[in-house]
């Protein structure tokens, strides 16, 4: 998926300012490069088995990593689990992430962690014995491995090596090989290629069963799919890199699941049909260590199925699959992991938009709606589990509308359901429920105002806050920042839209201002949320005090605004997304104290995509336009986020070509400036390269600035600061 992350995490830098009155001065560098605004956060908690108590990795100079443990109710601390000197032996080597095994007797410990792409990484393992103190390495000395995770009976542990998997009996210490024949960019075995980790989210490919039984895992062979190679620059001559993309219309990857049986070292294939065009986005089991059930689309991904394979019948093998859910859309089925089997295997829960907006459902194991949980002309949100024990199920939606969230229940009840909201208050909201859903953590923030955490029983109520940011707020305080506001504009088509305005902290409405449209505009990401939005909102802080107006709109195809508004884009994305643009430049236009002449636009990723098209068949409308990273045509970018919303470019050649910026470079008229990092894998460098050809053919004059060796992300070191610096100067040299 496209998606831009706003930068929230610090950059720990000495940083010292030498008067009082300095800090009250916004620049880029305090927002980017120091350590002025930085948040306090809540860190991934891992609640424990008694459900009355949570462990939290803390870091210190003089200790290095440690696991602690605290209670959820007082928030005392109860005991130091385990350090980096009593793992490791000193405390160089970090606990970078951890994990317990099933009765909370042993740790595994990760370090060394190297990233891949935006999920997958490589990283030492170990395990560390909390009874003996006995570590124990998983692979060779100083060996990265992937997705290493204990069995459910704590006696081995799984894990991914040059796209092969294996165990590692803690037992007996033996390692053994479960598949043989990985091998790069070709056969990949218990992880997932580029494009599934991309755009369904997740990049562990194997399973251990409930029991631990058997391991059920992914085969991709990607031999076929085409290879895209980039360059990376440092060296005397440039590496080149290669893997494996897949891009709209061509070849993807030969997908097939299997069964590994521990006993007995035997391996199964599970029949998934005929079809090589077709998609497995989730594999899971269910409470039986007999039945996987397996996610099916086909790759226009507008038919879901779940099939349920039955180990008892494992002669013939091939007939032992059976559809006990289907789904069919005229658009396409989002997948998420809110898929639960309840423990009696009784039935499972899934969401699903086949009402108009998206809502909880539970089936029977025939796949027979029993109960829809929620309803109403509104979005679920998240699913946050299901407590078999009362018949209660947690959630949060967008009833108060798409741009706040709010955490509820709903007990199932004799006589008819009982729903309570969990928080009050309006903004945006979080929940992380411990294990038996006796507590939660709630996270809180609105547009104007950081994070907050408190703990909560079940039923809403404030037991303890945790962490507030008082001193952010009180910083914040002492800058002098103007209030987010949120209006509403209808477009050409009669539909009302959400919006956000920043004025200049000094507004004159007998003033004329120029303006910075902030867009995104992508299938599943809304810009307009009631949300702290951290140093890209101290960004556009920094742009009001400078005397501009910021601004932002979801357009059509943004979502919690029910299916109807998030599918309206379909077979033609950038089509709708740029006339609700254009339409709120026409707006801003008619407001007295904005000048028309001097409205700009800025995005990235799917919102340089819309950059890019509103500068040239917005060309009327936008003096200014800056696209970080983004896409000219949809037929660079890969299969399943692309054929999702488009299908193929065979399919669908109006759809592609109407819609893409290349092709209306000559109406260009404004100052434009495209952005790029080098190494981008997601969306490809090729893109820009593709669009300033299109702009010299057409005799236009550009600006383009290239980051060497960066990602879709463009960070690292002072990078952000450079690109927000050349950013901001480029906004008052040309808007």
């Known amino acids: 998926m496209i998606h831009f992350k706003p930068f929230l995490f610090a950059v720990f830098v000495v940083f010292t300012l030498s008067t009082a009155s300095a800090q009250k001065q916004l620049s880029n560098e305090l927002i980017w490069f120091s350590p002025e605004f930085s948040a306090e956060s809540m860190d991934d908690i891992i609640s424990m088995n008694d459900g009355l108590h949570y462990t939290v990795l803390e870091f210190s100079d003089l200790t290095g990593s440690t696991i602690v443990k605290y209670d959820f109710a007082t928030g005392t601390k109860k005991a130091t689990v385990a350090s980096s000197a009593s793992i490791f032996g000193n405390i160089e080597k970090s606990i970078e992430s951890y994990s317990f095994n099933k009765d909370e007797s042993k740790l595994l410990i990760q370090t060394s962690t190297e990233p891949i792409y935006r999920r ?3 990283a030492e393992y170990f395990v560390y014995d909390l009874n003996s103190k006995n570590t124990t390495r998983i692979a060779g000395q100083d060996e990265k491995v992937r997705l290493a995770d204990f069995s459910p009976d704590s006696k081995k542990v799984a894990f991914v090596r040059n796209n092969d998997i294996y165990y590692k009996d803690l037992v007996t210490n033996e390692e053994v090989r479960v598949t043989s024949d990985g091998k790069v960019n070709e056969i990949i075995n218990g992880a997932t290629d580029w494009v599934y980790e991309e755009e369904f989210g997740f990049d562990k490919g194997f399973y251990w069963s409930p029991s631990g039984s058997h391991i059920a895992y992914y085969r991709f062979d990607e031999t076929k799919v085409p290879e895209f190679s980039m360059d990376l620059y440092g060296e005397l001559y440039p590496e080149a890199y290669r893997f494996k993309y897949p891009k709209a219309g061509e070849k993807n990857s030969d997908v097939t699941i299997w069964i590994y049986n521990v006993s007995n070292k035997s391996t199964l294939q599970v029949n998934t049909g005929n079809d090589k065009e077709q998609y497995f986005p989730r594999i899971k ?3 039986s260590d007999k039945e996987l059930c397996i996610m099916r689309m086909n790759r226009h991904q507008n038919k879901l199925e779940f099939l349920l394979t039955d180990l008892n019948k494992v002669e013939p093998f091939e007939h032992s699959t059976n559809v006990i859910y289907k789904e069919v859309s005229d658009t396409y089925i989002d997948v998420n992991d809110a898929l639960t089997f309840l423990s009696d295997g009784s039935g499972f829960i899934w969401n699903s938009e086949k009402n108009g907006f998206n809502h909880l459902y539970r089936f029977d194991m025939k796949g027979n709606e029993v109960l829809a949980l929620t309803s109403g002309k509104w979005d679920v949100i998240d699913f946050y589990g299901y407590d078999e024990q009362t018949s209660t199920v947690y959630f949060s939606s967008s009833e108060d509308g798409a741009i706040e969230k709010h955490i509820y229940s709903i007990q199932q009840g004799k006589k008819k359901p009982i729903k309570k909201r969990l928080n009050s208050g309006s903004g945006y909201n979080d929940a992380t429920f411990n294990k038996g859903f006796k507590f939660f953590i709630l996270q809180t923030s609105d547009a104007n105002t950081p994070f907050s955490f408190s703990l909560h029983e079940s039923s809403g109520k404030l037991i303890r806050g945790i962490k507030v940011n008082v001193v952010l707020k009180q910083r914040l305080a002492s800058y002098g920042l103007s209030k987010k506001e949120f209006f509403t504009f209808t477009n050409r088509d009669g539909i009302d839209l959400n919006c956000w305005m920043i004025k200049p902290k000094n507004f004159d409405p007998n003033k004329k201002y120029p303006v910075l449209v902030a867009i995104y505009g992508g299938p599943g990401h809304n810009t307009v949320l009631n949300q702290w939005e951290g140093r890209n909102y101290l960004w556009h802080q ?8 910021v601004v932002s709109v979801d357009p059509r195809g943004t979502q919690y605004q029910g299916r ?19 339409d709120f430049a026409g707006h801003l236009g008619k407001q007295s104290f904005i000048d028309s002449t001097r409205i700009g636009i800025q995005g990235w990723s799917y919102g340089g995509y819309m950059t890019s098209l509103c500068m040239t068949k917005g060309a009327d409308y936008f003096k200014t336009g800056i696209a970080v990273a983004p896409v000219t045509n949809w037929k660079y970018y890969d299969s399943i986020y692309t054929e999702r919303f488009m299908r193929t470019p065979q399919e669908n050649e109006g759809g592609y070509e109407n819609n893409s910026p290349i092709n209306f470079v000559k109406e260009l008229k404004g100052k434009f400036l495209i952005v790029h990092g080098s190494a981008d894998d997601n969306v490809h460098f090729q893109n820009t390269m593709d669009m300033i050809t299109a702009l010299v053919k057409a ?15 463009i960070y690292g070191g002072n990078t952000r600061l450079h690109l927000y610096t050349m950013m901001t100067n480029y906004l008052k040299a040309n808007l």
């Open 120 to 122: 997958s990484f490589t």
């Open 285 to 287: 089991w269910s409470s």
């Open 542 to 549: 920094l742009l009001a005090k400078e005397g501009y107006i």
């Open 564 to 582: 109807k508004f998030k599918h309206a884009t379909y077979m033609n994305l950038g089509k709708l997304e740029t006339n609700d643009f254009i």
């Open 699 to 713: 005799n236009k004059q550009f600006d383009q600035f290239t980051y060497p060796n960066k990602n879709h992300g």
